[in-house]
T-cell receptor
């Protein structure tokens, strides 16, 4: 069975600085996708970024980028120029077929 | 805008009184999911529909049932809510295939008195 681990229950970053959230996963599949979802307090879960396992190039979406290390089964999220609106729970997720497997989440706090 | 809609956003029920949560989507996605999420935890998949095919997770209690009368709507029925069923219930949709992310609704927060 696939497992996803986020080893940092909470992280804190100063506004305008950079923070990296860690995620590792375990799978025997070769074809899968990885996602980072953001869930602000009392608000909807939304997709931040997606990485295809077959692509070596790391995905980037504006201030958000990933460091995907397939051999190490690592998928970290870097947030540059952090903003107050980035404060949220962040979930790393693995998808093969129709099923998403979530990590336990990292609560990100942004200090003004 | 195409979206996933959940009603109501907040639901209060009494211990043992059946409750139904609803989800609708305008995305025309063929897969719909129900998750239970407790405070500061990851969402836990209860079941999903692949088109009309119902797929129950092995550890989903019998107390939880679901109906999908058509592509757009999916319902979560809790037959006899217990205090432990108080949680946020998330509906999500997707198109079949690995690269297709799941789109989430805003959730229904269930309180059991």
């Amino acid at each position: 069975a696939q497992t996803v681990t986020q080893s940092q229950p909470e992280m804190s970053v100063q506004e305008a600085e950079t923070v990296t959230l860690s995620c590792t996963y375990d799978t025997s599949e070769s074809d899968y996708y990885l996602f980072w979802y953001k869930q602000p307090p009392s608000r909807q879960m939304i997709l931040v970024i997606r990485q295809e396992a077959y692509k070596q190039q790391n995905a980037t979406e504006n201030r958000f980028s990933v460091n995907f290390q397939k051999a190490a089964k690592s998928f970290s999220l870097k947030i540059s120029d952090s903003q107050l609106g980035d404060a949220a729970m962040y979930f790393c997720a693995y998808k093969a077929g129709n099923m998403l497997t979530f990590g336990g989440g990292t609560r990100l706090m942004v200090k003004p | 805008d195409a979206m996933v809609i959940q009603n109501p956003r907040y639901q209060v029920t009494q211990f043992g009184k059946p409750v139904t949560l609803s989800c609708s989507q305008t995305l025309n996605h063929n897969v719909m999911y129900w998750y239970q999420q407790k405070s500061s935890q990851a969402p836990k998949l209860l079941f999903h529909y692949y088109d009309k095919d119902f797929n129950n997770e092995a550890d989903t209690p019998d107390n939880f049932q679901s109906r999908r009368p058509n592509t757009s709507f999916c319902f979560l029925d809790i037959r006899s809510p217990g205090l432990g069923d108080a949680a946020m219930y998330l509906c999500a949709t997707s198109i079949t295939g690995n690269r297709k992310e799941q789109f989430f609704g805003p959730g229904t927060r269930l309180t059991v008195l």
